[in-house]
């Protein structure tokens, strides 16, 4: 029996992808207007920052335990050996929750064949390693290989991306009131990328043409083997913003194909509308 591959929805995948390469979704919450939702299934991201275009602010909490400790028991009962591929554990505690409930199952039941692995990675960055494990997991590969194969696309993948409005970093604690403030009046637009699995500043440029323009600059030095990749850029309801994007690295690079998804409401509600990121390996492509 293949190795069912489980996911979480900050990893900003569509129901349709989830469901053509027959991956398990859980989902992180999101409460909006004193309601909880469930990310993904009853509160889509145009939602969200349709909200947050209106002054909304959304907030989010992770998987709960008991969530994890059904869905893992189900998947024992039917002898489906199955692999959790997680968010960042530096930006959300639904890896640790799942880490408890695989502990005591395992004390529970010593024969299940399953594993939590923490990517350190998020959105389509995040979508991609899952993505390759699922197509893995198709072709029957072991749980050892496809840990040890989402272990390498997590070590080695890049995340790059800039936001429309500074303010919504400021809400998160990312930049200071007095930086949003500035940095809206000059129309300043931060690049950020992801160190350990934590959101780090990296650059600050003004302008949207000059932001896509570094984004490819910084692809091709750290990028590697880019023409056997599957690219993602995801967006923050700008879609046209990521074709623009997209097609720029068309022209540059010609990678084997380039995965287009929303920014769904876990990150979003944190990042805003406007949001673009994009997602490559820096190390030989597996």
């Known amino acids: 029996m293949s190795v069912q591959i489980i996911c979480d929805s900050a990893c900003d995948l569509s129901e349709a992808t989830l469901s053509e390469y027959g991956v398990d979704r859980v989902s992180l919450k999101v409460l909006l207007k004193g309601k909880e939702h469930e990310d993904g299934q009853d ?25 994890f400790r059904e869905l893992f028991t189900e998947k024992i009962a039917a002898d489906q050996p199955f692999l959790y591929i997680a968010f960042s554990s530096a930006l959300s505690g639904t890896y640790q929750s799942a880490k408890v409930v695989e502990q005591e199952l395992k004390e529970e039941y010593p024969k299940a064949k399953f594993a939590v692995i923490d990517t350190k990675a998020a959105s389509l960055g995040y979508g991609l390693i899952v993505l390759r494990a699922a197509e893995e997991s198709r072709k029957n590969a072991t749980l050892r290989e496809l840990i040890s194969l989402v ?55 003004r302008g949207q043409k000059k932001v896509f323009k570094r984004m490819i600059e910084l692809m091709e030095e750290r990028g590697k083997d880019l023409k056997r990749q599957r690219i993602a850029i995801s967006h923050g309801d700008s879609e046209e913003r990521a074709k623009q994007l997209a097609s720029m690295i068309e022209e540059r690079f010609s990678p084997a194909d380039i995965h287009i998804d929303m920014v769904g409401a876990a990150i979003g509600a944190h990042a805003g509308p406007g949001t673009i990121a994009l997602f490559f390996i820096n190390e030989g492509y597996r």
């Open 43 to 67: 509160l889509s991201p145009k939602e969200v920052y349709d909200a947050m275009r209106k002054g909304e602010a959304p907030k989010t909490s992770q998987v709960t335990a008991q969530d």
């Open 151 to 205: 272990s390498y696309h997590s070590k080695h993948m890049e995340h790059l991306f800039t936001v429309d409005d500074l303010a919504y970093l400021q809400r998160g604690g990312r930049v200071t009131k007095a930086e949003a403030f500035v940095g809206s009046l000059l129309k300043i637009k931060p690049l950020l990328h992801v160190d350990d699995g934590n959101l780090v500043p990296l650059e600050k440029i």
